[in-house]
Nanobody
């Protein structure tokens, strides 16, 4: 029910916007988060926004550079990424928390998209 897109190759300092399209009538009631995973590392929390935007959380590593937003009318959640760094290189996944908890814990998210690759060159 989630489909991530928008990844690509960008130079250090550049920007990308990821999209996560959700399907189903109830997805607007779910918290939607972004996680990332780079080779040899575990899945890392990036950002999350609860339904109707009541709660928003960011990882310290992306605060001030990334912005999560959602358009419930279009069933889409965006991750605007600016001032990208090589260490942001990873596969980015969007995920849904059906309890609408804006959580850092990946295990609370039961629905996952397929991932989109972001590569930041130095």
């Amino acid at each position: 029910q989630l489909q991530a897109s928008g990844g690509g190759l960008v130079q250090t300092g550049g920007s990308l916007r990821l999209s996560c399209r959700t399907s189903g009538r109830t997805t607007s009631n779910w918290a939607i988060g972004w996680f990332r995973q780079s080779p040899g590392k575990g899945r890392e929390f990036v950002a999350v926004k609860s339904s109707w935007g009541r709660t928003t959380l960011y990882a310290d590593s992306v605060k001030g550079r990334f912005t999560i937003s959602r358009d419930n009318a279009r069933n889409t959640v965006f991750l605007e990424m600016n001032s990208l760094k090589p260490e942001d290189t990873a596969v980015y996944y969007c995920a849904a928390n059906r309890n609408n908890r804006a959580s850092y814990d990946a295990s609370e998210y039961k629905d996952w998209g397929q991932g989109t690759l972001v590569t930041v060159s130095s």
